[in-house]
Nanobody, 120 residues
Framework: VQLQASGGGLVQAGGSLRLSCAASGSTFKIYAMGWFRQAPGKEREFVAVISRSGGLSDYADFVKGRFTISRDNAKNTLYLQMNSLKPEDTAVYYC??????????????WGQGTLVTVSS
């Protein structure tokens, strides 16, 4: 499966953005999907994951209550709604397809990333 992330940009602290990840092919629904991020000078870190059906999700503690992961299997698209953004959320955000979990090793396919910049 090929993944294309989009929706990043520049936003002020407290604002919102919605990221999208479009998947090619008909196999999207067989994968759990996740979002990771990597800030400058830091390692890639887990943000959120959603099960194949969308019925189960998990979040990193630092985004709980602010971010919501969702998917539309009919459209082969994954989303990340980000509210109450903080400057520390500035990073390149990556979508990934694989098995349900919070470790990067659980995911076999990765998108190219989309940059989110939050100004203070």
């Amino acid at each position: 499966v090929q993944l294309q992330a989009s929706g990043g940009g520049l936003v002020q602290a407290g604002g919102s953005l919605r990221l999208s990840c479009a998947a090619s092919g008909s196999t999207f629904k067989i994968y759990a999907m996740g979002w990771f991020r990597q800030a400058p000078g830091k390692e890639r870190e887990f943000v959120a994951v959603i099960s194949r059906s969308g019925g189960l999700s998990d979040y990193a503690d630092f985004v709980k209550g602010r971010f919501t992961i969702s998917r539309d299997n009919a459209k082969n698209t994954l989303y990340l709604q980000m509210n109450s953004l903080k400057p520390e959320d500035t990073a390149v955000y990556y979508c990934a397809a694989g098995r349900f979990g919070s470790r990067a090793e659980s995911f076999d396919y990765w998108g190219q990333g989309t940059l989110v910049t939050v100004s203070s």
